[in-house]
T-cell receptor
Framework: AQKITQTQPGMFVQEKEAVTLDCTYDTSDPSYGLFWYKQPSSGEMIFLIYQGSYDQQNATEGRYSLNFQKARKSANLVISASQLGDSAMYFCAMREQGAQKLVFGQGTRLTINP | DTGVSQDPRHKITKRGQNVTFRCDPISEHNRLYWYRQTLGQGPEFLTYFQNEAQLEKSRLLSDRFSAERPKGSFSTLEIQRTEQGDSAMYLC??????????????FGSGTQLSVL
């Protein structure tokens, strides 16, 4: 069964610093996709970045990059030059090939301090 | 693109009452999902529709829960005889790319249910 683990309940970072949010996953399916979503206090889940299991390069989207280490089954999110608006809950999620649903981790609350 | 819309944003009800939530997906999105999120947890899958067909239901969806998408556009989620354990945020999401592993979900802001 697919499982996502986020071990950091909360992270506190100074503005403009880079931050890494950890995510490990477990699956026996060789084909899967990994996602990161941001959930601000308004409640809406906002898609940030996607990484496919067969992608050769780490995904990047603006200030977001995904540090994908397949052998270690980890998919950490890196946010460069953090901003106050980055304060939110961050969720890692996975979909296996043929499955329709996304399975989410427990999330990490990121707080950016001025 | 007006985004996924959910109504109401907040609902307070007494135990035993029935409640109904509505979700309007992004137009032309043919897949619609319902998730439930309790405090401090990630969203948990409840069910999804492709057009008007409900194709999968989670074990979390007890027989007190029913979801519909009658014309393949908006969807409703009804909870009958609410219990305090039903208190949660109910999130709706829609997508356009269907059946691919990189299918990206667009979420609404959710309906926060409090059962007293």
């Amino acid at each position: 069964a697919q499982k996502i683990t986020q071990t950091q309940p909360g992270m506190f970072v100074q503005e403009k610093e880079a931050v890494t949010l950890d995510c490990t996953y477990d699956t026996s399916d060789p084909s899967y996709g990994l996602f990161w979503y941001k959930q601000p206090s308004s409640g809406e889940m906002i898609f940030l970045i996607y990484q496919g299991s067969y992608d050769q390069q780490n995904a990047t989207e603006g200030r977001y990059s995904l540090n994908f280490q397949k052998a270690r089954k980890s998919a950490n999110l890196v946010i460069s030059a953090s901003q106050l608006g980055d304060s939110a809950m961050y969720f890692c999620a996975m979909r296996e090939q043929g499955a329709q649903k996304l399975v989410f981790g427990q999330g990490t609350r990121l707080t950016i301090n001025p | 693109d007006t985004g996924v819309s959910q109504d109401p944003r907040h609902k307070i009800t007494k135990r035993g009452q029935n409640v109904t939530f509505r979700c309007d997906p992004i137009s032309e999105h043919n897949r619609l999902y319902w998730y439930r999120q309790t405090l401090g947890q990630g969203p948990e899958f409840l069910t999804y529709f492709q057009n008007e067909a409900q194709l999968e239901k989670s074990r979390l969806l007890s027989d007190r829960f029913s979801a519909e998408r009658p014309k393949g556009s908006f969807s409703t989620l009804e909870i009958q005889r609410t219990e305090q354990g039903d208190s949660a945020m109910y999130l709706c999401a829609s997508s356009l790319i269907v059946g691919q592993i990189n299918e990206k979900l667009f979420f609404g802001s959710g309906t926060q249910l409090s059962v007293l």
